[in-house]
Structure formats: C-alpha cells, structure tokens
C-alpha cells in the first residue's frame, strides 16, 4: 500500500538521548562477525586507503628493485624474465591497485561526510566492491609470488601475450585478475553515482556540491562506460589462450590491433579517471589554505566533465605508430592537444586562488601547491606526445616513462599525500605533525624531480622503456644513475611519511571538529565522526556552508543543528531529487552483513577454478555465490523505501 | 653515429627526421617555458603567504571572500591558445610532409622484425636480384628508401632516430615506412615496442653510403658463399651444414633454414646478436659456444662444440666475407 508508506520526519535539534538510539542503531557490533560484516563507509574508506597505500609500497619496492638494475649499464642483479615481470607489476601494482582504489578510498570515507548523509547509497554494495578489491589483489599478487607475475607490461599486447609466446600462467593470472577487479571498479562507481545524485542534504542544488564530488563523479561515470572495454578484452585474450579462440590470432582472421583499440580506449580514459578525483582533491582542500573560495568553481567543475569527455576521444594517440592513417590520427591528434584547454583551466583557477588568497603554508598545503607545477610538467609532456610526428620520436622511450610519472606521482600521489595530511585529523581525532611533515614533504618533492626531471633527457637521448638493461656507450650511464638515487631519496620520504602516521596515531595533537576552519560539512562534526556521521541531517544553502558568514553570501543560511532526525526502529537516510535535491524519500539503510564477503569468497573460488581450469572448483564458488546473493537479495519488510510526506 | 648518443633524436641526419626535428624543438621549447612562467608564478603565490606552521596558524588567518578571479582563467585560455593553434596547425603540416617521401622511393625494402633480430630483403624484379641480410641495412645517400614492414612473430617496433620516427610491425599487417639519408653514415637503430625477454638487445644499424658503394655491396651481398679453401674451413663447413643449418642460412650451402639471420656474408656486418657485441673472432667464437649468457632467452641455443669443431667452425664463417 503505497499510501501507507507516506511519513512526515520528525524535525528538531539533536539530543544526547537521541544520538545514543542513532549509535545503537548505526554501530558496527565488535568481533569478527563486525569486521567481516560492516557497511560503515568510513571503516570501508579506511579498508580502501591502507590497502591501497600498502600496493603502493610494494609497487615502490618493485620500483627500487629495477632502479637498482638500471643504476648502471649491463648489469646484472635480475635476469631478463624477472625484470619484465616486476616492470609489469609495478605497473599493474600502481595503476590499479593503488592509484584508483586509494582515490575511492578516500571517496568512501569522504562523500557521505561531504554529501550531508550518514552512509553511500548502497551500502552493502560499497562492501563488497572493497571486498572484491582486496581479493583480486590478492589473487594477482599470488600470481607473482609464485612466478607467475605478468610479463607483458600493463598494456598487456598480444601476439606476445598470447600462449605461443607466453605459455606459462602468466598471463592467466592478469587476464583474470583483471576481469575480477572490475567488477570492484564497476558497482563502485555505480554507488558513487547513485549516491551523489540521490543522497546529497536536502538544498545541497548541484551547483553547491563540494567540487570534490565532481571530480570522482565525473571519474565514476567514465568507469561505467569504459571498464567493460578491458574487462571485455581480457576475458577475450582469456578464451584465446585457453580454448583457442581467434579475437587477436590474425592467422584466424583476428586482429592485434583490437587488443590495442579495446585496451586504450578503457586506458586512457582511465588515467582521466586516476587523475580527476586527485585534481578534485587539490581544488577542494587548497582554498582552505588560501582562506577564500576556490576561483571559477563553476568552470573547474565543467571543465573536469569536458576533461572526460573528450578523453574518449584520444585514445589513439597511444597508437601513432601502429601505421594507422594520417587522416585518423590527425583527428586524435586534435583531440588530444585540445584536452590542454579543460586541464589548463585547473591550474589557472589554483593560481588566481592562490594569488588572490591569504595562503599559510602547511604540509598540506605544500603537497597541493607543489602538485600544481608537477601537473604542468606532466601536461606539457603530454602536449608534446600529443603532436603525431613528435609523437613519433618520442613514444617508447624513457621520456614518455617521465611523463608517466608525473602524471601518476605529481597529480595522484602528492595530492593523496596532501590529502592524508589534510582529512587524517578526520580520520583519527589527532592531526600529524608538521615538522616530520617538512621533512617528508621536502624529501619526496626533491626525491621525486631528481628521479624523473632528468628521465625526460633520458628519453630525448633515446633510451627505449622496457628494457632490462642496456649496453654503454649510449650516453644514459650517469642519467640513469641520478634517477636511481632520486628514487632512493622518494622513498625515505615515504618512509618519513608512514613513521608520520603511525607516530601522531598515538600522538598527534587533539584536533577538534573543524582544526583547518575549513568549509565543508565533513568539519560540522566531531573528528573521528560518529558511526551515523550526522545526529540532524543538515540543511544546506551554499557551497561553503561553515563559512557563510564570512563570505557575505546573500540568501538562506545551511543548518547544521537542526533538521530531520531520522530515526525508528532502523537505519534511515534521505534521498533527495538529482539536481535540486529536495528531500523525496526516506531510504532504509540496510544493516551490517556477512553476505558481501561470503559472495567475494564463492566469487574468488571461481575465479580460481577458471584460472586452474578445475571445473569442479568452478561449479563450488558458483554455488557459494549464488547462495550469498540469494541470501542478500531475499526481500525484506523492513528494507522498503518510504515517500516524505510533501 | 653521433657522438656519444647513438640513439638521440635532438638531431636528425635523414630528410624525414630532419623535418620533424624542428617541431620537436618548437613543442620542447614552448614546454620549459610554461613550466619556468608557471614555477615563477607559483613561487611568487607562495611567497606571500601569511603563516607557515600547522592548523593553529590557519585558523589565525581570516577567510575573506576576495575577488571573483575567473577572468585570470579566461585570460591564461587565451594566452594558451596561441602556442596550441600554431603546434595544431604545424602538426598537420609535419604530418602531411613526412607521411610518404618528396620524391619516388628509389628502393623498396622489406624488413620483418622477429624475437629478436630484424630480416632484411632487398627485392628485385629478377629473383636472382633479390637477397637476405640480418640487422644492417644498407641504403644509398640521397635516395629516398621505402620500408615495408612486416610482423614475424610478436610486435616489434622499427626506429632508427636518427633518420626515421617509428612505425611498428605487426603481424598481419603490412606497415609502411621511409628514410633518406642526407650523408654518409652509420646510423644506430632500435626496437622500441615491448617484445619479449631481449627486446633491450633488438638494435639494428642503418649504413647510408654513396651509390657507388652501395652498388658494390649489393653486388657483393648477392654472391653465394665462397667454397671453403682450407681443411678446416671444410670440415666446418660439414659443421655449419649440420648444425647451424637448421635455423640458419648460408646461400651456396646444404645450410638453408630461414628461421635465423642470413650468414652468408656475416663478416661483411659489424656487429652479432642485433647489435649487441661487436664481430670480433673473440666474440664470435664466444656467441657460438655460449649465447644465453650473452643475450639470455635468445632462441640461440648454446653449442657445446669441441675445441676443435669450435675453431674449424669459426675458420668457415670468418670465409664468408
């Protein structure tokens, strides 16, 4: 009965009574049965961001490993088979399973908080994309401490990948993995969607959305559209190496130059993906510092959607030299150069709130501002690469292994950095400390730029990636040295940077709810939030909500103590209309489960079985998760949404 | 080769590279100058800043809302746009100019890259015109060359900085490339598509001479093997026939597997292995007995011959001139 359904929340300001029924209701239990079973975004965001940093330290190790190989011509601590695979691994390591997973992370822990809500909009489905995450890392990272690492790069290209050249399991392990992890990747951005067009605070217009949001929306709508492309190619390659289908083979009639269309156009989009929600971060976070609002949110906010949509439209240009015509890659060659205009207008807007804020310089701080010059460095590189002939010189050589890297370490690593500096006091109550934070920050910027700055001449002096080693008399002996204590250098930074965590962990200074006098919601409450984030559900009335008397904004004012309570006998939370969000609904939160980790386990067993080819094994973890889905979907009373009442 | 960079491409000897390089410096150019204008910029943002030191010293500035701001955005677009719309519009025209040569091609090669050594076929109307070679690739000064490019196996990726970008090859297709040399030389090249375990000892020498020498290496290159003038030369020949006859070729001979370099004129090249150990007899005898230390994953077997064998099979090949 629909007219049943209609109820008119209670509004009013928050008593001590009625945030202890909220904490009963909202509290993950303790014990295994808690750990296993939570749906708390922040716990999982937390999951996310330590599981993520702990791939990125592997991936730095394996990064430490061949600058050692490298330091110096013809030498010879790994052999040829060992170097391909750490290369590979670093690679799938870093892209993957850090610099993706540690922005969701932080979009896990964030949004809710950000939005005005007490949870994603799918909780459970928040769970187990973690869950999934960590399994097909975990099922990867088996495959190479067995040996048994991929071998053929990140990019994966067949013929080579294929089992004529590549008998061993190899390129089994990755081309499973890799359809594993995107599962993970896909219903976690179909939560970030949902939840950002339907759980934002009432009068929270997308126009006042924090222009964080922006940046993992825009990313979440790009997975969703691209991630089928690679997930779909490397079950290809998959069936091509185990029951000889001909996708790629071109003595079947296949194509090699798919593997590549298919792979790119998920791959590059994907690096809009892994950089989007880090330029969010800086945008966000860096007008705190500069004590105004950002400059020109409203274009930064289009052009981070303009950066996407025109990133499906350059994928080629990973492919100027595969001997496609000069007519195509012109058009791609366009299209890439002209994707400097959207990126451009992110670092005019950081440099006009700078110039035209008040900045305090803090470890934070340093971390985004640095980011900005480093974002132009791996801009510009990218604009040359984008030149077709250039391009043409350039490819394949150390100097686009430069460019890489300033993209992934400049736009995602130091902003993440500077983010963990920033929300940590969030996170734990207690913020880091800043004179370890110098050293660190100082450490990984010098470390960093004696690494790659000088890569860039590397790759104008010719050296081709991918190499093992390489003969002397080339002219990169001492280059290749400089970068190998370079990287040394960034990783004691590193270092300094987890003895920081885990020292102001115990230690930190108290930090009270809002220790930066910043802007956004997440500040309004107390630091570590409370497990229903949001005693009232606050009303919001601009962009800046706690610094609305400072901005002398005209209009209504945000609410931040009083508002709907929301509270019976379950989790509830409110969803509001896409653009306006007026509140329209209340939704029942579903309850901690174990069905998340027991559908991720039946869904490793099968992967498993199909990586053994154990059929047996296969039909086993079909069963397991059959089972949980049907124990997670089984229809509940108590799970329906209910209407507000207009 | 130039210098003590065989593989830059900060300069150019061959009229394709020549024309490329310019826009190469143009784009470079431009690059360290956003970055110096933006570094200086950010340097003096930073320098005014209020405070240093932690979230006390944040909360002691105030937030005021200042300014709007966006016209610097509108105005940095403009400024960008200037540099963009030139490097667009070079672009075009660089890849209009250096997609096929200026004039007619005056030599058609085709080059098939494999695991990891590059076949070379110089094809002619006669078929008694045409031969093989293996990782040196000889053309005239001032010809325009045509480079068919074909896959063996896996993808390679055919560069030579120096004279030509890279154009990749793979298998299936036939990709197309050119270079022309402007003087004499010898000009480093090298595979820059990922391939495998030896993709870092895949390199490949480009010799531009004048016609006149080219002619007579041509000529020279398409004489079968001498018949062997020694004892021991012959009893190596027995062991070439037998051995190394299963992979490689040598014209004249019972040796006559393609699925290796073509060794009838192996001492007429510089280097062994693709480019990686220069042809001295050391080396040679070296490579034979004991490749997988060399190049480690080459599909070169070791040989574990006798000494004897060793030296009678290194007295034949030093024959094939």
Sequence with gaps: MRVADFRAPAVGPTTAEHESRLKRLWETSPGLEGFLGTVDHKQIGIRYIVTAFIFLALGGIEALVMRLQLAGPNLSLLTPEQYDQLFSTHGMTMIFLYASPILSGFSNYLWPLLLGSRDMAFPRLNALSYWIYLASGIFLYVGFLTGNGPNDGWFNYVPYADRDYNPGLNEDFYSLGMVFLGISTTIGAANFIVTAMRTRAPGMALNRMPVLIWGTLTASAANLVVVPAVSLAFFLLWLERQFGAHFFDPAGGGQPLLWQHLFWIFGHPWVYAIVLPAMGMVSHALPVFCRRPLVGYGIVALSTVATMVLGFGVWVHHMFATGLPGLGLSFFSGASIAIVFPSAVAVFAWLATLWLGRPVITTAFLYFSSMILMFVIGGVSGFMTASVPVDWQLTDTYFVVAHIHYVLIGINVFPVLGAVYFWFPKMTGRLMDERLGRWNFWLTFIGFNLAFLPMHLTGLLGMPRRVYTYQDGMGWDSLNMITTIGSFVLALGVLLFIVNVLKSLRGGALAGPNPWDAYSLEWSVSSPPPPYNFAVIPTVASRYPLWEGRLRESGAVSCVDQGMLLESHSKEAIGTSSMDATPDMILEMPEDSTAPFVLTLGTALLFVGLLLKLWSIVIIGTVVLAIATLFWLWPRRELREREVNP | ?321
């Design chain 2, 1 to 321: 080769m130039s210098g003590a960079t065989p593989l830059t491409y900060l300069t150019a000897a061959g009229h394709r590279a020549a024309t490329i390089l310019p826009l190469t410096w143009f784009t470079l150019i431009i690059s360290v100058l956003v970055c110096v204008i933006i570094a200086v910029l950010l340097w003096g943002a930073i320098r005014r800043a209020r405070g240093s030191g932690g979230a006390a010293e944040t909360r002691s500035v105030e937030v005021e809302p200042g300014p709007s701001g966006a016209r610097w955005i509108s105005i940095g677009l403009l400024i960008s746009a200037v540099p963009l719309l030139a490097t667009l519009i070079w672009t075009m025209v660089a890849i209009a100019a250096t997609s096929g040569p200026p004039s007619p091609p005056g030599l058609t090669l085709d080059v098939t890259g494999h695991q990891w050594w590059w076949e070379v076929r110089y094809d002619a109307a006669e078929p008694d015109r045409s031969f093989e070679t293996a990782n040196e690739i000889h053309i005239p000064v001032g010809v325009p060359v045509r480079v068919r490019l074909h896959g063996g196996d896996v993808i390679h990726s055919f560069w030579v900085p120096a004279l030509t970008g890279k154009t990749d090859t793979i298998p299936g297709q036939t990709n197309l490339s050119w270079m022309e040399a402007r003087g004499p030389g010898r000009f480093r090249g090298q595979c820059t598509e990922y391939c495998g375990a030896q993709h870092a000892h895949m390199g490949l020498e480009v010799v531009a001479q004048p016609q006149a020498d080219f002619d007579r290496w041509r000529a020279a290159q398409l004489r079968p093997a001498g018949a062997p003038q020694t004892s021991a030369q012959q009893r190596g020949l027995a062991v070439v026939e037998y051995r190394c006859g299963l992979c490689h070729q040598v014209r004249g001979t019972q040796a006559g597997a393609v699925a290796a370099p073509d060794l009838t004129h192996l001492m007429s090249r510089r280097t062994l292995a693709a480019g990686l150990l220069p042809n001295t007899p050391g080396n040679l005898a070296g490579w034979i007995q004991n490749a997988q230390e060399f190049k480690p994953g080459t599909l070169m077997p070791n040989q574990y011959l006798s000494g004897q064998q060793l030296s009678d099979v290194q007295a034949y090949l030093e024959s094939l001139q």
